[in-house]
């Protein structure tokens, strides 16, 4: 059955290409890979299976739903949960072979009174993000409590930079030495973790001296860099393209005014055609203002604001018919348009673009496996 809505067709060859293009910038370092949020947007089940057949070494998500998911479908590889750790959820965590995040001293308590399978666990310590993590000054008392728990299996030590994907790295060199603290305490009270890891997406290319011997990824495994201040030598590419089609062509006369609040006039006579797809699909509203799709390697402009469910844009005299389908972002054989660029006109970030994706867009894959 025709699907006459949006589309992102995923290219899973390229995902796995990207996957083999950082692991050898890390050295064969292993590699969590950061799938949360429906794999950015990617489809988190698909992704997964892509990169389990690639190797990959453990698998990253948010929540304990979300990784339940994955084992659902089948996915056997290492999984961690991003999520503050809820003790209400431990017995889930244990039957679907989850690893656990813990990031408090509340934490340990409660782990202390479980007395079902012993639970693999991450420690995470906050050096400078503020946000899940014991601060360095606890550290030591973290580290002794929680060695002293027979009800947990200690895998991981962990911290998240915040400002590793800036050009002013002197933070995040920083926070740096703060985790390298807490991995010479871990040495003194003789833990032996079996994954140390600080470096994110921006470390990667910024923070070298932070790989240790894991590191998380997850935007440079789709193809875009974290930002534009870190070196963009790797020649990852875009894995995720976004079309929508055309639903309607229409004749106007010079003067019209277009979509809501009629901020957007045309000057001359022209055709305008409505596209099937909107802010509720993942078309970032303040879009419109800069915005273009393109069709046949023409830029289309965007002619007032993004509606939820549809947009308008100018195709003048160009040959374009009801179903034809326009590009969003992405590549194509319509030309390109880089997702980095859109972000960066409406101020915001390629995370914030891809997974802002609905799920009304039909995912269509590229490559994948039976």
Wanted: proline residues 4%; charged residues 25%; negative net charge.
């Amino acid at each position: 059955m025709s699907h006459l809505g949006p589309k992102v067709h995923i290219d899973l060859h390229q995902l796995k290409k990207n996957y083999q293009i950082v692991k050898r910038e890390v050295k064969d370092i292993p590699i969590m890979a950061t799938v949360k949020a429906n794999a950015y947007g990617h489809g988190a089940i698909e992704v997964s299976k892509a990169l389990e057949e690639e190797g990959v070494r453990y698998l990253a998500v948010f929540t304990i739903d979300e990784g339940i998911e994955l084992r659902d479908a089948g996915i056997k590889t290492d999984i961690f949960i991003y999520a503050k750790f809820d003790p209400t959820r431990i017995e889930d965590a244990t039957k679907h072979n989850l690893t656990l995040n813990i990031s408090s001293f509340d934490d340990l308590k409660a782990l202390k009174a479980h007395t079902g399978n012993t639970i693999k666990v991450h420690l995470k310590i906050d050096t400078g993000m503020t946000r899940l993590g014991v601060p360095l000054d606890q550290a030591e008392a973290f580290l002794k409590e929680a060695d002293q728990l027979d009800s947990i299996e200690l895998e991981g030590l962990y911290s998240h930079f915040a400002t590793a994907d800036e050009g002013d790295l002197s933070y995040a060199n920083s926070q740096l030495s703060k985790f390298n603290e807490v991995i010479e305490i871990s040495k003194k009270l003789e833990m032996s973790p079996t994954f140390i890891h600080c470096s994110n997406s921006g470390a990667i290319l910024n923070v070298k001296e932070s790989r240790f011997n894991m590191i998380r990824t997850g935007m440079l495994l789709y193809g875009a860099f974290p930002s534009d201040e870190v070196p963009q030598e790797l020649p990852i590419k875009p894995v995720m393209t976004f079309t929508a089609p055309v639903v309607e062509i229409r004749d106007v006369k010079a003067g019209t005014h277009i979509s809501y609040g009629g901020v957007y006039t045309t000057q001359s006579d022209t055709r305008i055609a409505v596209v099937q797809a909107g802010f509720a699909d993942g078309v970032p509203r303040p879009w419109y203002i800069d915005g273009f799709v393109k069709f046949k390697n023409k830029n289309l402009k965007i002619t007032g604001r993004i509606c939820m469910d549809q947009l308008m844009i100018d195709i003048g005299s160009l040959d374009i018919n009801y179903g034809d389908e326009v590009l969003i972002f992405g590549s194509n054989d319509h030309g390109s348009i880089d997702i980095n660029h859109i972000a960066k006109k409406i101020d915001s970030t390629s995370y914030v673009l891809v997974t802002a994706l609905g799920i009304r867009p039909k995912r269509i894959y590229k490559n994948l496996s039976c």
